[in-house]
């Protein structure tokens, strides 16, 4: 289920003082962030991120088509180890 249109999206304030901050100055470097549940907004569309993973931080160039989502979908927090071993252990193929 998603947040109420009444509340608005989640976005965190301090971030948005950084961007703001990042946009003044000209600076490019990527902006460093935990907050996954944070919303994307359109102020943040042509700025590098550095996502926590919970482990490192991963770059994200935020585009027009990412408007809306979380920056938690950006970051995958899991690595995914394949399925059982060889297929050519008397498996199928």
Known sequence: MGRSLKKGPYVVERLLE???RAESTG??????????????????IGKNFAIH??????KLYVTEDMVGHKFGEFAPTRTFKVHG???????KK
């Not at 600076?27 to 943040?44: D, G, Q, S, Y």
């Not at 993973?53 to 991963?58: A, D, I, L, S």
């Open 27 to 44: 600076n490019r470097e990527p902006i460093k962030l935990w907050a996954r549940a944070c919303t994307i907004v359109p102020e943040f």
């Open 53 to 58: 993973n919970g482990r490192t931080f991963m």
């Open 85 to 91: 071993g060889k297929a050519g252990k008397g498996g």
């Open 18 to 20: 950084k961007v703001a």
